[in-house]
T-cell receptor, first 111, second 111 residues
């Protein structure tokens, strides 16, 4: 069965650079969620989209932005990267109000 | 917002024994409670979930119980196997909102 696809799998950036993470949801899933997971931490909710509109917002820094496109894929844009942004970033998708399925994540390292 | 507490943070059991992980949630309106298993470097994998109109659900060696009055829910794994070793997260969700994770339990099954 198709799963949530995230790219890239690994990303290394310098401080103050920008990064773009991509997420391709499971077909026919109309909701996308972004989570950030630090080492040894639980996933923290950043932002979600339903039918290409932002549906909820969590502890997402102003330096980050995201959108969902007409084909339902989503991108998380991160600017002015800081060392503390180093983490695993997960995307999850679901049909409305149904089970969330997570991708394998993007490991972002900021040097 | 929702707050999910999870205990214990680490759990070691002998192969074949049972493992129990307990969670409490704060938002009495939460109505969906998934459990995720996360292996190192991978995304959270949904293993079982329960809705608030059900008190117990079982899937082979895994069972989940929910006490809405006390706002407690638990994961039970019987006949544990080495491949059950992972980090387990409980989570809670209200309606269409985000999934809020517990702090995680690192389960080690000793052969």
């Amino acid at each position: 069965a198709a799963g949530v696809i995230q790219s890239p799998r690994h990303l290394i950036k310098e401080k103050r650079e920008t990064a773009t993470l991509k997420c391709y949801p499971i077909p026919r899933h109309d909701t996308v969620y972004w989570y950030q997971q630090g080492p040894g931490q639980d996933p923290q909710f950043l932002i979600s989209f339903y039918e290409k509109m932002q549906s909820d917002k969590g502890s997402i820094p102003d330096r980050f932005s995201a959108q969902q496109f007409s084909d339902y894929h989503s991108e998380l844009n991160m600017s002015s990267l800081e060392l503390g942004d180093s983490a695993l970033y997960f995307c999850a998708s679901s049909p409305r109000n149904e089970k969330l399925f997570f991708g394998s994540g993007t490991q972002l390292s900021v040097l | 917002g929702e707050n999910v507490e999870q205990h214990p943070s680490t759990l070691s059991v002998q192969e074949g024994d049972s493992a129990v992980i307990k969670c409490t949630y704060s938002d009495s309106a939460s109505n969906y409670f998934p459990w995720y298993k996360q292996e190192l470097g991978k995304g959270p994998q949904l293993i079982i979930d329960i809705r608030s109109n059900v008190g117990e659900k079982k899937d082979q060696r895994i069972a989940v119980t929910l006490n809405k009055t006390a706002k407690h829910f638990s994961l039970h794994i019987t006949e544990t196997q080495p491949e059950d070793s992972a980090v387990y997260f409980c989570a809670a969700r209200r309606g269409y909102q985000k999934v809020t994770f517990g702090t995680g339990t690192k389960l080690q099954v000793i052969p």
